[in-house]
Nanobody
Framework: QVQVMESGGGLVQPGGSLRLSCAAS????????MAWHRQAPGKQRELVAS???????NYADAVKGRFTISRDFAKNAVYLQMNSLKPEDTAVYYC???????????????WGQGTQVTVSS
């Protein structure tokens, strides 16, 4: 009973920018980490960026300095600002929300449906 909804994907030229948005809703007793993963054609899914709590961020080396993850904790939302995009950033991007249905319960990772990001001229 937790829904994860993404938006913001699309086609962009190399060097351009996109901002991905994601919000979780439903039976959220407690939100823990939120993160973005991506999967490019012919490659395994990889962690792009995560924000486990306020003030803490983690980035894949390939996106450091170009991507910025942020959260709105009150809205159970996470964002990914992607700048200086490269063709190799082309992938399906997935939002992940680590949620406990109720306080004190074991958290579970809920995944969004994925949104396509294509970087091409």
């Amino acid at each position: 009973q937790v829904q994860v909804m993404e938006s913001g994907g699309g086609l962009v030229q190399p060097g351009g920018s996109l901002r991905l948005s994601c919000a979780a809703s439903g039976s959220i007793g407690n939100m823990w980490a939120m993160a973005w993963h991506r999967q490019a054609p012919g490659k395994q899914r990889e962690l792009v960026a995560s924000m486990p709590t306020v003030g803490r961020t983690n980035y894949a080396d390939a996106v450091k300095g170009r991507f910025t993850i942020s959260r709105d904790f009150a809205k159970n939302a996470v964002y990914l600002q992607m700048n200086s995009l490269k063709p190799e950033d082309t992938a399906v991007y997935y939002c992940v929300a680590e949620v406990s249905p109720g306080m004190g319960q074991v958290p579970y990772d809920y995944w969004g449906q994925g949104t396509q990001v294509t970087v091409s001229s």
